[in-house]
């Protein structure tokens, strides 16, 4: 059956009756004719992958990655195409396995606990405070010798009390992981998030 047969046969009703999303995802509010241009000039010259296409200009992908090594004071940076796909690879980048604990703050986006499981390893949840972020006190109370790394996830572009998130982590000699996919930009104290952890 086509789509337009299946039009006339079916006729949903929108659940948002075409209303704007709401401003707490507003992402979409900032495309703009820069962003536009830039997605255009990679379909035209059919250059959607790092390495392939028809231009000899550097990738965007590459570009992005030196910005970012500039930005966060790091050697290496790799971009990926989603905040789910970072976690994953950094999951196996610590070698974060069965039996393993990871503590992450009781607020998340959902890729969070879903990479520590698909790892084979344990999520743990601890309370936040009010920056939305880990609460020291409660992590310092549950991180333990199954830890093997805390996830500071920096939320709906609020960034948590990183360093002494931190300082809990050095001191325990845990991994620390930001995951700051919805903090681009956002600095704690003048530096930028992403810049505080081991990744």
């Not at 079916?10 to 999303?21: C, D, E, I, M, Q």
């Not at 962003?35 to 250059?47: C, G, H, M, N, Y």
């Not at 610590?94 to 520590?116: A, N, Q, R």
Request: charged fraction near 25%; include cysteine; glycine fraction near 10%.
């Amino acid at each position: 059956m086509n789509v337009g047969k299946l039009s006339k046969i079916y006729k949903p009703t929108p659940v948002n009756s075409g209303a704007l999303l709401p401003y707490e995802w507003p992402g979409s509010y900032f495309i703009g004719e820069e962003e536009i241009k830039a997605v255009t000039k990679v379909l035209r010259t059919r250059s959607p992958f790092r390495y392939y296409g028809q231009t000899n200009e550097e990738p965007y992908s590459d570009r992005l990655e030196k910005a970012y090594c500039k930005r966060l004071n790091r050697k290496h940076v790799l971009a990926v195409n989603s905040g789910t796909a970072a976690l994953s690879i950094a999951m196996k980048a610590m070698d974060i396995g069965p039996g393993d604990e990871v503590l992450m703050p009781g607020y998340f986006w959902i890729s969070c606990p879903i990479t520590v499981v698909l790892a084979g390893a344990i999520p743990c949840l601890v309370d936040i405070d009010d920056t939305w972020g880990i609460d020291p006190d409660d992590l310092k109370r549950k991180i333990g010798p199954r830890t093997k790394c805390v996830m500071m996830v920096h939320m709906s572009g609020a960034p948590g009390d990183i360093e002494r998130v931190a300082d809990i982590c050095r001191k325990h000699k845990v991994y620390l992981l930001e995951d700051f996919s919805q903090a681009n930009g956002a600095k704690f104290r003048g530096k930028y998030v992403g810049s505080f952890g081991d990744m």
